[in-house]
């Protein structure tokens, strides 16, 4: 048995409709004496019913400011902009650690509260590697949104799908094009290659060894790219802006999984803000003209895959929560780029 609580709150922004725990493994937590709140949210592709017969009990949206302290807060995006002073421990994606817009003041709360930030961006084995991701679905939805638009198929707003229904309009899709996939190899790499696949392209893969002495001629050659490169150190920039005004520039659609737009690790520093789902395509280059996809929540478009996958990864992670080392070094992380900051806990 154990006595931890755990927390799944609503997510704020409208676009978002995926979940980090699913009811089937809602129900194994619960089932291993875990208890479960569960936040009704109107967007969230599972009814908050089925989290109720997996034995969880419901609250108001946002009621998580005022839950016990002991309790676990688990979401995917940014938080709301209020309480000011966070006491919980967090469970999400907090983009806060490689410099990006707004990771201060983020932390900042956290330190006025006395809470803690357990980023799933960084709960990694004892070798690095990411033990829970969305990768696989944002690789396949950057490249599936790419071909679309460079073939005149993408419709806009972008709205929820299936990976049946995305298939069906690749597949009927036309037009020959040319496409590169950096970061071929990784998780988002793999899903990019696999919707490029379903619409008969055959991309160019590069991994480490091309991006190290990178052949921008070449890059430039291609008529669509697919960025899946996470980076945590900054490298050399893939495109400048320099590239991009060369008159004899083929590449006319990019499509950025990795986004890490206002970071100092971001590869693809020729744009300063995402694009949306009301407005997924941006024009960057008139002539010749060159689009740009740049969207941070590209698995909600497939909210109940991405949902299922994420949280089957996650689920041994939660029933080791309180002697897991995974969880040690996220928090290990968090107090270690605050402290780098000169934030001290309440």
Same mark, same amino acid.
């Given at each position: 048995m154990t006595d931890l609580h755990l927390w799944l709150r609503h997510e704020t922004r409208t676009t978002e409709r995926r979940t980090p725990i699913v009811p089937s493994d809602a129900r194994r937590l619960v089932a291993s004496g875990v208890r479960i709140t569960v936040e009704e949210s109107p967007q969230r592709i599972f009814p908050v019913e089925a989290y109720e017969e997996a034995g969880c009990q419901v609250a108001d949206p946002g009621s998580w400011v005022s839950a016990?302290?002991?309790a676990v807060i688990v979401g995917l995006k940014e938080l709301p902009d209020a309480p000011a002073e966070l006491t919980h421990r967090h469970i999400f994606f907090g983009h806060a650690y490689k410099g990006q817009p707004g990771a201060q003041a983020l932390l900042r709360r956290f330190a006025a509260g006395g809470g803690a930030l357990l980023d799933l961006e960084y709960l990694v084995?004892?070798?690095g590697r990411r033990l829970a991701a969305f990768g696989f679905w944002a690789g396949y939805l950057g490249a599936a949104l790419a071909v679309l638009h460079h073939r005149g198929a993408l419709r806009a707003p972008l709205v929820p799908t299936t990976k049946e229904e995305m298939e069906a309009e690749l597949r009927a899709s036309e037009g020959d094009l040319t496409a590169l996939v950096i970061g071929a190899l990784g998780r988002s790499g793999r899903g990019a290659r696999t919707a490029l696949d379903e619409a008969g392209v055959e991309p160019t893969c590069w991994d480490l060894p091309e991006t190290r002495d990178l052949d921008r &001629?070449? +890059? +430039?050659a291609h008529d669509l790219m697919v960025n899946t490169v996470l980076t945590t150190s900054p490298v &050399? &920039?893939?495109? *400048?802006d320099k590239d991009l005004d060369g008159p004899d520039r083929r590449l006319r659609t990019l499509s950025d999984v990795t986004v890490d737009v206002g970071s100092p690790m971001n590869v693809l520093p020729v744009y300063d803000t995402? *694009?949306?789902w009301d407005h997924p395509v941006r024009r960057l280059r008139e002539q010749p003209p060159l689009d740009l996809i740049a969207i941070d929540n590209l698995p909600s478009l497939l909210p109940r895959e991405a949902s299922t996958d994420f949280s089957a990864a996650l689920l041994p992670q939660l029933l080791d929560f309180e002697t897991s080392g995974a969880w040690g070094r996220c928090l290990d992380r968090f107090r270690r780029v605050s402290g780098e900051l000169g934030l001290t806990e309440r």
């Open positions: 016990s302290a002991r084995d004892d070798q &001629p070449a +890059l +430039l &050399p &920039p893939f495109l *400048t995402t *694009t949306e």
